[in-house]
C-alpha cells in the first residue's frame, strides 16, 4: 500500500450517487478513491474504500459479489457499445468477471440504458467468461496504524482488453469505461439493507452492465501531469 508509484497517479474520488427515481439512503458518502496507472502491458487499478463494516454476502471467484459490498470496472475499449467487460472485486479479494456482446444496433434510451428491444434481442453475457492473466490483491487499508477500510488492486491485461483494435499493448489512447461502488447500508427499521451504489460517469441504479453508452472516457497520456 505504500509503494511510492501510487504516490502520483491519476486520481478519481466516487463521490455521486448512481441515477434514480428514489433517492439514496440518507448516509454519508463513504470515502472512495480509484488511482490509475500504466504502461504498455498492464492497466493498474487502486480501490481505496473507507469502511468501519464489511457486509459480503458471497465468495468464490464468479460468485455474485456484487449482492454485498464490492468495486466494479466497466470496460469498452472501442466505445461502439458492441462488447464491453464488467470485473468485480470485493474485500477478500474474490472476483467476478463478465463478458457482454450486443449484435445489433446498439440503440439507448434519454438515460442511456440500451432499450428493451436491443436487450431482448441482441444482447449476450457470458457471466462464466473468464479475463486471462488478469491479476488482483486485496488488503486492509491502514491510516496511521489503523485500520480505515480496505484497498483492491486489479492489473488489466492490454492483450485481451485490446483485442478488438488490433493493438497488443496499451500506448496513448483513450479507453471507454467506468467505475463504481457498491455498499449495502443497514435499514433504519433493522431489517434488510439498501443499496447505495457509487459511480463515475452517471448511470442508472444497477444498470451499469446494460449502459455502455453511458461510459465516460479514460485518457492514458504518455506525459506525467
Not at 505504500?2 to 448512481?18: E, H, K, N, R, V
Not at 464489511?54 to 466497466?74: N, R
Not at 442511456?112 to 486471462?132: K, S
Not at 489503523?146 to 499493448?169: F, H, N, Y
Amino acid at each position: 500500500a505504500d509503494d511510492p508509484a501510487w504516490s502520483g497517479p491519476a486520481l478519481i474520488p466516487l463521490t455521486t450517487p448512481s441515477l434514480s427515481r428514489t433517492p439514496p439512503p440518507a448516509v454519508p458518502i463513504p470515502g472512495t478513491e480509484i488511482r490509475l496507472l500504466w504502461d504498455p502491458e498492464w492497466l493498474y487499478v487502486r480501490f481505496l474504500c473507507k469502511d468501519d463494516q464489511t457486509y459480503l454476502l458471497f465468495h468464490g471467484h464468479g460468485a455474485p459479489i456484487y449482492k454485498g459490498d464490492a468495486v466494479e470496472i466497466f470496460l469498452d475499449p472501442i466505445g461502439d457499445c458492441r462488447e464491453w467487460i464488467e470485473l468485480e472485486f470485493n474485500a477478500t479479494n474474490d472476483v467476478f468477471d463478465q463478458l457482454t456482446l450486443c449484435t445489433g444496433e446498439p440503440k439507448s434510451d434519454r438515460s442511456l440504458h440500451l432499450t428493451g428491444e436491443v436487450i431482448a434481442r441482441d444482447i449476450w453475457v457470458f457471466p462464466n467468461w473468464d479475463l486471462p492473466e488478469l491479476r488482483s490483491a486485496a488488503a486492509p487499508w491502514k491510516v496511521n496504524g489503523q485500520t480505515a477500510g480496505w484497498i483492491v488492486d486489479a492489473a488489466i491485461p492490454a492483450s485481451e482488453i485490446l483485442k478488438r483494435t488490433g493493438l497488443k499493448k496499451f500506448q496513448a489512447m483513450s479507453l471507454h469505461g467506468d467505475f463504481l461502488r457498491y455498499k449495502w447500508i443497514p435499514k433504519a427499521t433493522g431489517t434488510g439493507r439498501d443499496l447505495l451504489s457509487l459511480t463515475w460517469s452517471p448511470i442508472t441504479l444497477g444498470n451499469p452492465h446494460h449502459s455502455p453508452a453511458a461510459y465516460g472516457f479514460i485518457d492514458l497520456s504518455a506525459t506525467v501531469k
